[in-house]
């Protein structure tokens, strides 16, 4: 059963007034193609490197390799698409060469991929140059010698992605919302005041359906904004806050205390002090009654977002679902059940509990679950749950207040409903709403779990990597990138699928489900495409020159970051251009359907992969279905690079 969730169907918080203005000239929009500066050099480039040009057709991960990782680099030569005609057509002969001198350090000849097909999916041709063993540490890139090309530069090291982590998590900084971005935290580029801290805005809070009553003004600040828009939602909280928990938990050596943020050197891991700033937000969502409200924005389109402390509409709030209740049941667990182990955070642990518990037992005293709150009046996306994803938002809940509280109740609640669960209506186990399977997962380690239900479990988890082999496992002939995604999955968002495909193979070496080798790879290689090796040999996460990216996302949908800024619209014609380290939606091959006008291809009218365009525009080209972040797509990314940022396998 394939089932795709997208986030949203409506235009996001930005200048609706922009609209009417924007006339969209296809040929002025910025298309990825190698033959865009194939021969630049790289902003990193230095020593014998700089000397050779780069050709985008021979494709490495910009960043680099572990050492005892696989090293392949990837060739293209397009044939179906937008860039059909770019062909390339590589020498026999292949070099590894280190970057400060040119020294050759390995040499070989491509291999052709499956005999020359062209792949469907993407539309290309190609060959592989495994270099895998070459573990050196070092600054290298290959060379054609024949062509007299290069790929981009990169190192190999065992901190090879420790700043690339970094800059991925600062991403929730840069979205708080209620709080300045000041140096040295901010840097000078994306400094800013307080976001929604103004009269009637999120201090104050109305309630929408009752806006005119003073008495139920709130205090809803603080808390991430979602994605490109600024508004709040807890049940989109749900994946963010579970998936980075569980990384901390699983990879706790990587997240460090020294992230650039404003409470660095405070001795809590930083991931902690973010993942509290949503916490606390959390808190002011719910109601003395233990429920919690559903989300916080304005109720139009209009206002000024860039910077977001600027905007200075209204802002009112949805009141209290019991879908954004369970959800926040299980965030406030979660968060308790990690906090505790954290001295400095154990009385916020205390708090958590109490929290969770309360509103646990209002959503169990609900007559009915609610699936209709959000009627859009608050923009933009729909924050409802359906009666299926509140059922597996409850056991997840359930996991949690088990492992925090021991209470055989909370046990008793999985045992009897761990199968409304999305891993027993979808395959991939944790490709969609990722915490409801990683907390089943979860269950199986904790003392006290029901051992039928804990074999259950890890049988069924192994019955879906069966079932589901294009998902799990390496298989060099299903993709030409090295890191194959079915089809229906190229959609809006399809950057946070791919994370998560990773995310479950490395579920496979987490819980030791099988021989983790071929699991592993497999979300390396996941990693190697967000990394540069795709058909648009571009890093995919915004801004990233200065952390040793050749050719990386320029441009993404953001209100702050919008089309029409000067200062920040596009990090190589703009002044600034995007904070780095956003991960955008990623290739949409239903762009079309999506509100993207046929005339612009690509997106439209392409090969499932090369669905995607480097472009930020809200008129009628709509970039938002394409390149718009969200902190859910940010949160399967971090959570996949966590797994590798750590030490050497």
Same mark, same amino acid.
């Given at each position: ?58 494709? +490495? ?29 590589? !020498? ?48 290298? *890139? ?17 901190? +090879? ?24 935290? $901010? ?77 660095? !050197? ?20 719910? *109601? ?9 924005? $304005? ?16 802002? *009112? ?188 193979? +490395? ?40 952390? !040793? ?33 956003? +991960? ?59 797994? *590798? ?5």
């Amino acid at each position: 059963m394939t089932l795709i969730l997208t986030r949203r169907n409506a235009i996001p918080l930005v200048l609706t007034a922009m609209l009417s203005l924007a006339a969209c000239d296809s040929d002025a929009v910025e298309t990825v193609s190698p033959s865009m500066a194939n021969r630049a050099k790289g902003p990193s480039d230095q020593g014998a490197s700089a000397t050779i040009p780069i050709d985008y057709h021979l494709l +490495v991960d910009q960043f680099g390799y572990r050492p005892e990782d696989s090293k392949v680099a990837v060739i293209r030569d397009p044939q179906v698409g937008y860039d059909a005609k770019d062909h390339f057509v590589p !020498g026999n002969k292949y070099q590894l060469r280190r970057a400060e001198n040119g020294e050759t350090v390995f040499s070989g000849t491509p291999t052709s991929w499956l005999n020359g097909v062209t792949e469907t999916s993407s539309g290309d041709r190609g060959w592989w140059f495994d270099f895998s063993s070459v573990t050196a540490p070092g600054r290298y *890139f290959v060379y054609d010698e024949e062509r007299e090309v290069r790929s981009p530069a990169f190192s190999i090291d065992t901190q +090879v992605y420790k700043n690339v982590l970094k800059a991925a998590t600062r991403m929730y900084f840069y979205q708080r919302s209620g709080f300045a971005k000041q140096a040295p935290a $901010a840097e000078a580029c994306w400094t800013d005041g307080v976001a929604y801290g103004g009269p009637r805005q999120d201090t104050e809070a109305r309630d929408v359906t009752d806006r005119d009553n003073v008495s139920k003004a709130r205090n809803m600040s603080g808390g991430w904004f979602d994605a490109g828009d600024t508004n709040k939602y807890v049940t989109f909280a749900l994946q963010p806050v579970h998936q980075l928990l569980a990384a901390y938990e699983q990879h706790p050596a990587v997240f460090t205390d020294d992230f650039n943020i404003p409470e660095s !050197g405070n001795g809590i891991p930083d991931v902690l002090d973010e993942i509290k700033w949503e916490t606390d937000w959390l808190k002011r969502m719910q *109601f003395s009654n233990g429920s919690v409200a559903l989300k916080v924005g $304005a109720i139009s389109y209009g206002g000024s977002a860039s910077p977001p402390s600027g905007d200075t509409l209204p802002r *009112f709030y949805v009141p209290a679902c019991t879908s954004s209740t369970i959800a926040a049941a299980g965030m406030y667990a979660h968060a308790a059940q990690v906090f505790r182990n954290v001295p400095a955070l154990a009385d916020e642990s205390v708090e958590l509990k109490r929290r969770a518990v309360a509103a646990w037992k209002n959503y169990q005293a609900a007559p009915a679950k609610q699936t209709d709150c959000d009627n859009g009046t608050v923009k933009a996306g729909d924050a409802d749950l359906n009666a299926q994803d509140q059922d597996g938002a409850a056991v997840a809940a359930a996991v949690y207040l088990f492992a925090l509280t021991g209470d055989p109740d909370y046990g008793s609640y999985v045992k009897q409903n761990y199968k409304l669960t999305r891993p027993y209506h979808d395959e991939g186990w944790t490709r969609y709403s990722p915490y409801e399977g990683e907390s089943l997962l979860y269950y199986t380690t904790l003392p006290g779990a029901d051992e039928t239900v804990k074999a259950a479990i890890l049988a069924d988890k192994r019955a879906d990597m069966k079932a589901a082999s294009k998902i799990y496992g390496f298989n060099p002939t299903d993709d030409l990138y090295r890191a194959f995604l079915n089809d229906p999955q190229y959609h809006w968002g399809s950057n946070q699928p791919r994370a998560n495909y990773g995310n479950s193979n +490395v579920d496979v070496a987490t819980y030791a489900l099988a021989d983790p080798a071929p699991y592993r790879l497999r979300a390396e290689e996941i990693l190697h495409w967000f990394h540069g090796v795709n058909p648009f040999g571009m890093v995919m996460l915004s801004n990233m020159y200065g952390y !040793g990216a050749s050719r990386s996302a320029n441009e993404i949908f953001h209100a702050w970051f919008h089309w029409k800024s000067a200062k920040w619209k596009d990090a190589q014609t703009s002044l600034c251009g995007p904070a780095p380290g956003y +991960v955008p939606g990623g290739p949409n091959h239903n762009a079309l359907n999506d509100g993207v006008p046929a005339y612009l291809s690509p997106p439209t009218g392409q090969p499932p992969q090369k669905s995607y365009r480097d472009w930020n525009d809200d008129g009628p080209a709509k970039s938002y279905a394409v390149t718009e972040p969200a902190i859910y797509y940010q949160s399967a990314y971090v959570k996949l690079l966590a797994a *590798f940022a750590d030490h050497p396998r």
